[in-house]
């Protein structure tokens, strides 16, 4: 009856489903909020300079995590792209259009949008796995440097392996366009040097940077919050559970904010900005 009485006193049931999305929504966008104001204070701990002369200095700690960025990442992205590659390049073959214009398609299509792309989705898997975890087991001393170095490391590595993904998949395309449809080499990196822009390798610097540089701050947000309902980690509790929950949240709020950030690059770089418009096929003529 008190339960009767408690429906009835409160919203109707099938309203249920929409409380969950509004408080999810708003759960994320804190997050995003939290993970902003991290990145701040990351900012501010790195101007005030170091508080203790035996921590390590902000090259050492940056140096240390990018060592272990690249090394993981290297791999786990150049398989991303050997599949992408191959991909792009069997669209032409299938289509059976456009094939002259194959090392266009692949080179440029991932040196635009897809290296860093990709690139940003495998990191935000990859950082939550290692981030979380070590913040939680062991809250750093000085939090602010600490997530600096985190997120310096990741703007780093951003750029570079999507650039180290961008070759794989283009030299992947390449052995697929000759192996399917005779392509010669120098047709394949004539066309993608002609359709080849210097605005195209700046807007790989830029998202590669904002794309993991913003994955790495979602980690660390994760890794130095405990969200209510988790135990907090003591000698008695084991923090497992918690920290694959953690990773979970920060990875897949990481490739939501990524793909985001994509869209909004699209739409308000590619179609506002005349100088980043098309470049592969003229606009037909009257």
Same mark, same amino acid.
């Given at each position: 009856?008190?339960?009767?009485?408690?429906?009835?006193?409160?919203?109707?049931?099938?309203?249920?489903?929409?409380?969950?999305?509004?408080?999810?929504?708003?759960?994320?966008?804190?997050?995003?909020?939290?993970?902003?104001?991290?990145?701040?204070?990351?900012?501010?701990?790195?101007?005030?300079?170091?508080?203790?002369?035996?921590?390590?200095s902000l090259y050492a700690a940056t140096t240390h995590e990018l060592s272990w960025m690249l090394w993981a990442g290297?791999?786990?992205?150049?398989?991303?792209?050997?599949?992408?590659?191959? *991909?792009?390049?069997?669209?032409?073959? *299938?289509? /059976?259009?456009?094939?002259?214009? +194959?090392?266009?398609?692949?080179?440029?299509?991932?040196?635009?949008?897809?290296?860093?792309?990709?690139?940003?989705?495998?990191?935000?898997?990859?950082?939550?796995?290692?981030?979380?975890?070590?913040?939680?087991?062991?809250?750093?001393?000085?939090?602010?440097?600490?997530?600096?170095?985190?997120? #310096? #490391?990741?703007?780093?590595?951003?750029?570079?392996?999507?650039?180290?993904?961008?070759?794989?998949?283009?030299?992947?395309?390449?052995? /697929?366009?000759?192996?399917?449809?005779?392509?010669? +080499?120098?047709?394949?990196?004539?066309?993608?040097?002609?359709?080849?822009?210097?605005?195209?390798?700046?807007?790989?610097?830029?998202?590669?940077?904002? *794309?993991?540089?913003?994955?790495?701050?979602?980690?660390?947000?994760?890794?130095?919050?405990?969200?209510?309902?988790?135990?907090?980690?003591?000698?008695?509790?084991?923090?497992?559970?918690?920290?694959?929950?953690?990773?979970?949240?920060?990875?897949?709020?990481a490739m939501a904010a990524i793909l985001v950030m994509n869209m909004a690059w699209f739409i *308000?770089?590619?179609?506002?900005?005349?100088?980043?418009?098309? /470049?592969?096929?003229?606009?037909?003529?009257?």
């Amino acid at each position: 009856m008190a339960m009767i009485a408690e429906r009835r006193g409160g919203p109707p049931g099938w309203l249920d489903p929409i409380g969950r999305v509004g408080r999810l929504t708003t759960a994320g966008l804190g997050y995003l909020g939290a993970a902003a104001l991290l990145t701040l204070h990351a900012a501010a701990a790195v101007a005030r300079g170091r508080d203790d002369e035996d921590q390590p200095s902000l090259y050492a700690a940056t140096t240390h995590e990018l060592s272990w960025m690249l090394w993981a990442g290297l791999p786990l992205v150049g398989l991303v792209h050997v599949a992408m590659g191959s *991909f792009l390049s069997m669209q032409a073959y *299938f289509g /059976s259009t456009f094939v002259d214009g +194959t090392g266009a398609v692949v080179g440029v299509g991932l040196l635009r949008n897809l290296a860093t792309m990709l690139t940003g989705l495998t990191m935000a898997g990859l950082l939550p796995g290692r981030i979380v975890p070590e913040f939680r087991r062991k809250r750093p001393a000085s939090p602010g440097r600490a997530v600096a170095a985190r997120i #310096a #490391a990741a703007t780093i590595a951003g750029p570079l392996l999507a650039l180290w993904g961008c070759a794989v998949g283009t030299l992947v395309g390449w052995k /697929s366009s000759q192996a399917l449809m005779g392509l010669s +080499t120098d047709m394949y990196f004539l066309m993608l040097l002609r359709m080849l822009w210097f605005r195209d390798v700046v807007g790989l610097v830029v998202k590669g940077a904002l *794309f993991c540089g913003a994955a790495a701050a979602m980690a660390c947000a994760e890794g130095l919050h405990h969200h209510r309902g988790e135990p907090a980690e003591s000698a008695d509790v084991d923090p497992v559970p918690a920290a694959v929950v953690g990773v979970l949240r920060a990875t897949c709020l990481a490739m939501a904010a990524i793909l985001v950030m994509n869209m909004a690059w699209f739409i *308000f770089v590619y179609h506002a900005v005349p100088v980043y418009g098309p /470049s592969l096929l003229q606009p037909p003529t009257p």
